[in-house]
């Protein structure tokens, strides 16, 4: 299959619902039943003691996942950021984003910055509010009224002018600074810590940071996944948890045109996970689009 031509390549865009994104609290917390408590009393003791075995084991995994070094490394994350580029800009140079923005005809308004921001869901009008904060009357916080009233539309009403405004706020170096902690709060230290907490280890975890990126939320996904497989954290195999979890992330995809080339995943984490390669050892070498990268 030919690569389609760069403009026709999809850029980041999330569900139009996503609004602004809370710091997610991921802990699994699952009810346990009269019924089932009595069953665990009646049971012979070894069955107790293989169960207790069981969680300890569990959890032991998901501690040492917790201690290790993750996609939170700084040489892992920057992995990271390269992987996504390669999907989004046909280009390992993630950094060159920051100017980035156009409208992509996705129903989101314009999508702009190094992690596709959009002025109609939300986390763009939240990014533009953190650098008025950090920076009042920089060349931005004049839009800020018109990305209220478009927030949850592809309307650019009240933003004439609003692209060329962006690119020029893309030269400071306080505006690059909060892409860089929005898409931290928003997206990646959401989507690592829940890996975390499922017991996965560094692929696990970019494969969790890069479906939130595109979708804006993991649950939909990793929900329908867990009917299919338990991650290591409940005592399941990491590798057919991470597969049954790509299946359904494929199964999002199509769901939008925009995603329908599914190849970020069929010939790059597939990839890794067909190699074992769970804590993205380098080299490593992958296909989008057709089009093959490197990072060595």
């Not at 346990?32 to 069953?39: G, I, K, Q, T």
């Not at 478009?150 to 609003?162: A, E, F, I, M, P």
């Amino acid at each position: 299959m030919h690569a389609p031509p760069p403009q026709e390549r999809p850029r980041l865009s999330k569900a139009p619902s996503l609004s602004k994104a809370p710091r997610r609290s991921a802990a699994l917390r699952r009810t346990r039943h009269v019924a089932f408590a009595a069953l665990l009393l009646a049971a012979p003791a070894f069955s107790g003691a293989t169960a207790c075995a069981a969680s300890a084991h569990s959890a032991s995994a998901v501690a040492a996942v917790k201690a290790a070094p993750g996609l939170d490394d700084p040489v892992k994350k920057e992995y990271a950021m390269e992987l996504v580029s390669s999907a989004e800009n046909s280009s390992l140079d993630w950094k060159a984003q920051y100017g980035y923005i156009e409208d992509i005809g996705d129903g989101r308004g314009y999508t702009a910055g190094i992690i596709g921001f959009c002025s109609g869901t939300g986390d763009m009008l939240d990014l533009v509010e953190l650098y008025t904060d950090r920076k009042p009357g920089n060349v931005l916080a004049k839009y800020l009224p018109a990305l209220r009233k478009v927030n949850g539309s592809d309307s650019h009403s009240g933003l004439s002018g609003y692209t060329s405004a962006w690119k020029t706020a893309a030269k400071d170096s306080v505006f690059k600074t909060a892409q860089n902690d929005e898409r931290d709060r928003v997206y990646f230290n959401p989507s690592v810590a829940q890996a975390k907490k499922d017991g996965l280890g560094t692929l696990g975890q970019f494969i969790y940071y890069d479906a939130m990126v595109m979708h804006g939320e993991i649950n939909p996904i990793r929900n329908r996944a867990l009917k299919k497989a338990k991650p290591p954290s409940q005592g399941g195999d990491e590798v057919k948890y991470l597969n049954a979890f790509l299946d359904e992330r494929v199964v999002e995809m199509k769901k939008e045109e925009a995603h329908s080339d599914t190849s970020r995943v069929d010939t790059e984490q597939r990839v890794f996970l067909k190699k074992g390669n769970l804590d993205l050892h380098t080299p490593l070498d992958w296909k989008v689009y057709g089009d093959p990268y490197h990072i060595g």
